[in-house]
């Protein structure tokens, strides 16, 4: 329990965005170590804190971490079910909700995890280990082109193509059911140059498994539908994005509910309904300083965007 550590990001440009009321209702949709909720459970004064997360290890842990709270309510579930999540506990809106997209630091350490393309173990990528397909079956099942189209899309590796056809060429031998085999596979398509580039080989191929196994773009883009409405006047939304896909989502979704109706200009009124539900909280995002860079270089690619209901 003690292991599953994790060092949160942005953290206190986190809380300061978050604008705290002590009797307030807040979310914590990616709970992880805790260490977020934490944070806010300690400016609370008879509000609540809701924490979900889908890995029974890392809610137990924060459970345990967070058990002399009594604000803190811990939900094992996916955050794009917000709101059914809050609707089962009686809450209609929040006054903050809280989105740290990246993959914690024990998932991505803990090797039998088979997040991590430096340690040899089962190719898993789960979040959720007790439910979905593996990274191990989604390459076994999928053809060539959309094995090529997951790399391309989800981890911009150019040579996505010379991968897939590697991987389907093994595949035709025997099942590839480790991160060593894949990363083995990985170094063998690429040309000698791009091993020699600074980011390991496998990192993009790695991301795009991880984003498909656990289908992060669809939750991202359901809880971006869902979660500003679920939002009292005046509370935040605060997500931090780790790669350029979920921040253009992030970005594109705030911008869509600044910008209000979206009828062509010429109309004389407004015929699709569509009203100003957010307001950005500064208009470029936030990024970890070189203090945090020093003690956590993972928080490098780290973006927080802000808005507020209106």
Not at 12 to 18: F, N, Q, R
Not at 165 to 176: D, G, L, Q
């Amino acid at each position: 329990m003690a292991a599953f550590s994790h060092r949160p990001v942005l953290l206190d440009e986190c809380v300061e965005a978050l604008n705290i009321k002590p009797g307030g209702v807040y979310v914590d949709g990616t709970l992880g170590g805790g260490g977020h909720s934490e944070a806010i459970c300690e400016k609370l004064r008879g509000g609540r804190l809701i924490g979900i997360d889908r890995d029974a290890s890392a809610l137990s842990a924060a459970s345990e971490r967070l058990a002399r709270f009594e604000c803190f309510t811990p939900v094992r579930g996916n955050f794009r079910d917000v709101a059914s999540i809050l609707s089962g506990l009686g809450v209609e809106k929040a006054d903050g909700m809280l989105f740290d997209l990246g993959v914690s630091s024990p998932q991505l350490d803990e090797a039998s995890r088979g997040f991590s393309y430096m340690a040899d173990a089962p190719l898993d990528m789960r979040m959720d280990p007790s439910s979905g397909r593996t990274a191990a079956e989604l390459i076994a099942g999928e053809t060539e082109d959309e094995l090529a189209r997951i790399f391309f899309t989800y981890g911009e590796e150019r040579y996505s193509r010379r991968i897939a056809a590697a991987i389907v060429r093994r595949r035709a031998e025997a099942p590839i059911e480790t991160t060593g085999e894949l990363v083995e596979i990985i170094k063998g398509a690429m040309p000698a140059a791009a091993l020699r580039e600074k980011q390991h080989p496998a990192k993009r191929v790695f991301q795009a498994l991880r984003i498909a196994v656990n289908d992060e773009l669809g939750a991202l883009e359901e809880m971006l539908d869902t979660a500003p409405d679920l939002l009292a006047p005046g509370g935040r939304l605060a997500i931090i994005s780790f790669h350029s896909l979920e921040d253009r989502l992030v970005k594109n979704a705030i911008r869509k509910r600044e910008r209000g109706c979206t009828c062509p200009p010429d109309l004389p009124i407004c015929v699709c309904g569509f009203v100003q539900t957010l307001r950005s909280v500064g208009r470029q995002p936030i990024t970890a300083g070189e203090a945090e860079l020093k003690i956590n270089p993972r928080a490098r690619s780290a973006k927080l965007r802000v808005a507020e209901r209106i």
